[in-house]
């Protein structure tokens, strides 16, 4: 399976992007999918994930009401809209697919992923 992340680019504080992470080979809508963020000189962040089974989403405390975890499932894609964004959210945003490689938490809510898309970078200037 090959994941791929788009829609990064520079952005004034207070602006917004749509990134969408795309799948070859797998069914999005049958996965749970998470976004993370690595910024320089930082440790990977779990940012939003969407449920599978329900289409629940969960978000890290630092995004949450400003960031928005969707699915497009006709177009097998899992986008993350991120509206009044700040300098502090300029990183590498990466997609990841569920999986038992390592697991992860948000909102006390347990998510195991394995696959990791090429990143898309998000700079935003103040």
């Known amino acids: 399976v090959q994941l791929q992340a788009s829609g990064g680019g520079l952005v004034q504080a207070g602006g917004s992007l749509r990134l969408s992470c795309a799948a070859s080979g797998r069914t999005l809508g049958s996965y749970d999918v998470g976004w993370f963020r690595q910024a320089p000189g930082k440790e990977r962040e779990f940012v939003a994930a969407?449920?599978?089974?329900?289409?629940?989403?969960y978000y890290s405390n630092s995004v949450k009401g400003r960031f928005a975890i969707s699915r497009d499932n006709a177009k097998n894609t899992v986008n993350l809209q991120m509206n009044s964004l700040k300098p502090e959210d300029t990183a590498v945003y990466y997609c990841a697919l569920e999986g038992t490689g390592g697991y992860y938490y948000l909102e006390y809510e347990r998510f195991g992923f394995d696959t990791w898309g090429q990143g898309t970078l998000v700079t935003v200037s103040s």
């Open positions: 969407i449920r599978k089974r329900n289409g629940n989403d």
